[in-house]
């Protein structure tokens, strides 16, 4: 897998790293001092700088060497020109990445990491925010290492508000800043200030005395020097930060070595049989950046002996369930951090009953806007994809009853898809046919009817349509196809349209027949998430939608399906799509409805909305479902709600999100997914597929073609950021399989040692895998390239 930069972490080996407030601020003085208290302490003390501007001669390593007595320095990347970073690497053969950079220093420290006690002193270059060669900035450049942090505080006119700044800019980013020092320069007090200013915060800070002047002669410049490093290295402030400082990293080490064990003692996990968990297999996350968890289990915590290479303590995992599908925008992200930070510091929480406030409203136009959906106008707001599909089943049974003239004592079901799972709620469990999630509930009872589907599946490499068994006699038997584009082609599969609707209309005739009262149709469009990632045929989910709404099949009426014509009404019974998992781009588009050409009278989105950082879910209704709940009576109304309804700052993440995430649809990444999947499109670019663009996947076709190959797996799809793979299983499959636990444990595990493994979910025989939307083509590349070795071991 692509290398990338794990939290830097060994047990006897301590990194700190040394950020300013700003440029001049003495951030090379204090590293000088550090390295020399430290040096009475541990045996080893390194000193490392990065990145560093200007001349040789001038460098800051240099400065060490001159001054501290044993200390061994070293600067990673040296520019000539006395610039900024980010200017001074344009004149470089070839573009430094932060990745390169932080894989760099990584390495670096782990030369040290030898089994002896020792500290690796890391000095950035100018401010907090100061420019990285890429034009990063240093705070977000060195994250993935989350070492904990010294800020040297600026003791100049204005410091005290430019250090305060500089520790919000760390601190909201996930650093652990230790301390904070400065120059005990007088005249302004700012070190006075600022002690008590993050004594509040649980921070300690201390002064030292600035250095002397430089003097006329060069030895003498050099013996006042190494006086004063000596004088302050003994300082009691600062012996005491380095006391302290050994023992928070000591503690750190300590905690995370019990947090496995502490969980099994006051956790209860989701979806985890208890019975089987222990220390061992509960994985302490310590922290996340990108597309990484850094983590650690007990079983790779390997003590090393003395003169041995250290094993490191965290592991970077990629986070192949996209954190249970919501990691749209990458962990950690800043953007998304600040805009949090921002909408607390307005508004904090505020309630919604009766008002409105800037981001809701944003979000609830945007959304009506974006989604296309003409049926569509208003937006309800819960917090989490079932309360949301809660609401969403609450609205379309209320119309469907209202119109059809239904009592309380008629029994009023849900028509869905088999396999379908829509919330652990127990309204939402209820509208899903009995599974391992449900049956065993108390109060379940299954109000609905299912119909099976047939799947979308690529076998030994052929793209196929598999009709179920009780299917078959009607709509005949699998389908191949020359591409997925194909599949999606739905306007040029006249026959399947024929045999689907023809099977549709009966299933639908006998069951009124049979006396049932349907009051929704719901369904996830494309893919079925949590029963077992089923890849529907578009065409059926399109056929089922025409069949439930009446649509004559021997006339052109495409408008009663999208809802583009005059009437906008729902027709026959409502029809819900759950686009919690599938919706926001998660399949290369901004709805999974478009995919098959059919708009639904509600939807509900979730999980991508707030691009991984907050829990917020819409249910968007249209206006005839909206109209069914009024009247002059206060209990016609829609009486749900949550404390926390529209929250201000996930509204605001989630604006940004999807402002985000519609740039990097633009992206020059996507652009190369999408042309990787245009090879072997059977449909021109310029014809619509469905109603919207041809299929595509972040996961490559050969990479999908070649496991789909493997003699252990069943078949195959890919699907925008999604990837699933169904394991063979003589036992038969479903989420009581086990075929895929090997697999999942296998990719955790690792191959080699320094690279990152994969952190994945199974649903029974089926193993899936997800990039966020900002996973790189390089980084997805490194996963397919360990998915298949582990499929070979």
Not at 61 to 67: G, L, M, Q, T, V
Request: hydrophobic share 40%; with cysteine; proline share 5%.
């Amino acid at each position: 897998m692509r290398r990338v930069a794990s939290s830097a972490l060994w047990p006897r080996l301590r990194a700190l790293q040394i950020y300013g407030a700003n440029t001049g601020v003495g951030k090379t003085i204090f590293s000088s001092v550090l390295c020399a208290a430290f040096q009475k302490k541990l045996r080893r003390v390194q000193y490392v700088k990065p990145v560093s501007t200007g001349p040789l001669d001038e460098a800051d390593d240099s400065h060490i060497s001159a001054f501290g007595s044993g200390i061994k320095s070293k600067t990673l990347y040296q520019f000539d020109e006395p610039v900024s970073p980010h200017i001074a690497a344009r004149g470089s053969s070839l573009p430094i990445s932060d990745n390169e950079i932080s894989v760099a220093l990584y390495d670096e420290l782990k030369s040290y990491a030898t089994g002896e006690d020792g500290i690796a002193i890391v000095e950035t270059a100018g401010g907090v925010l100061s420019p990285a060669p890429s034009g990063s900035t240093q705070a977000d450049l060195y994250r993935p290492l989350r070492m904990p942090t010294f800020l040297v505080g600026d003791h100049r006119l204005g410091g005290i508000g430019s250090t305060i700044s500089a520790w919000e800019s760390l601190h909201i980013r996930g650093y652990d800043v230790q301390s904070v020092g400065l120059f005990a320069e007088g005249r302004y007090e700012n070190a006075a200030y600022l002690k008590d200013y993050f004594a509040e915060r649980n921070i300690p800070s201390f002064s030292i005395a600035p250095p002397p002047e430089p003097a006329a002669a060069r030895d003498e410049d050099i013996k006042a020097m190494k006086a004063y490093y000596e004088s302050s290295s003994v300082n009691a402030e600062v012996i005491g930060f380095v006391e302290s400082f050994l023992k928070a990293h000591d503690k750190r080490i300590e905690d995370l070595r019990e947090m496995p064990k502490q969980a099994t003692e006051a956790i209860w996990h989701p979806f985890m049989q208890h019975s089987e968990r222990n220390e061992g297999n509960v994985v302490a996350m310590e922290s996340a950046y990108g597309d990484y968890f850094q983590t650690y289990t007990k079983q790779k915590d390997v003590p090393s002996g003395a003169g041995q290479e250290e094993k490191a303590l965290l592991s970077p995992a990629f986070d192949a369930s996209a954190s249970w599908w919501t990691q749209g925008l990458g962990h950690g992200n800043p953007q998304l951090a600040l805009t949090a930070a921002h909408a607390a510091g307005k508004y904090g929480h505020v309630m919604f009953a009766g008002a409105v406030h800037e981001p809701a409203l944003t979000l609830s136009q945007t959304l009506v806007h974006r989604m296309g959906n003409a049926r569509l106008s208003k937006v309800f707001y819960t917090d989490n994809g079932s309360t949301g599909m809660e609401v969403a089943v609450k609205m379309a049974l209320r119309a469907a009853s209202k119109r059809h003239g239904w009592s309380p004592e008629d029994n009023v079901e849900i028509l869905g898809l088999i396999g379908s799972y829509h919330g652990d709620t127990m309204g939402t469990m209820d509208c899903s046919e009995p599974s391992i999630f449900n049956k065993k509930v108390e109060w379940y009872q299954g109000r609905g009817h299912w119909l099976d589907f047939p799947q979308v599946k690529l076998r030994d490499g052929q793209w196929v349509v598999e009709p179920p068994k009780s299917m078959r006699k009607t709509v005949g038997k699998t389908r191949t196809f020359n591409s997925l584009a194909e599949i999606f082609d739905l306007d040029a599969r006249r026959a399947d349209w024929g045999r689907y609707r023809s099977y549709l209309d009966a299933e639908l005739w006998h069951l009124r027949q049979q006396g049932h009262k349907f009051g929704a149709l719901i369904m996830e469009p494309v893919i079925l998430g949590a029963g077992g990632m089923m890849f529907a045929d578009p065409l059926f989910q399109r056929c089922l939608v025409e069949a439930v709404r009446g649509i004559d099949p021997n006339i052109d009426n495409a408008k009663a399906v999208d809802g583009q014509g005059a009437d906008k009404d729902w027709q026959g019974m409502p029809v819900i799509f759950d686009e919690v998992f599938t919706g926001l781009y998660r399949l290369g588009r901004f709805d999974a409805a478009g995919f098959i050409g059919a708009d639904p009278d509600i939807v509900v989105n979730a999980k991508l909305l707030t691009g991984g950082l907050l829990p917020l879910c819409t249910t968007t209704a249209s206006e005839a479902i909206f109209e069914a709940f009024l009247s002059a009576d206060k209990s016609d109304a829609l009486l749900h709600g949550h404390s926390y309804t529209a929250h201000a700052i996930g509204c605001s993440v989630a604006n940004e999100s999807l402002a985000t995430m519609s740039k990097l649809s633009q992206s020059d990444d996507w652009a190369g997914f999408r042309q990787d999947w245009k090879a072997s499109l059977a449909v021109q670019e310029t014809k619509d597929v469905g109603k919207g663009s041809t299929p595509w996947s972040m996961w490559s076709q050969s990479f999908v073609e070649t496991v789909s190959r493997k003699p252990n797996v069943d078949y195959v799809f890919a699907i925008g950021s999604v990837f699933a793979m169904s394991l063979k299983d003589p036992a038969g499959s479903g989420y009581a399989s086990t075929a895929a636990t090997g697999l999942r444990d296998r990719l955790f595990a690792g191959s080699r040692a320094g690279e990152p493994v994969i952190h994945s979910r199974v649903l029974g025989n089926v193993l899936y895998l997800m990039g966020a939307m900002t996973s790189t083509p390089e980084t997805l590349k490194g996963v397919e390239e360990t998915v298949l070795e582990a499929l070979s071991r």
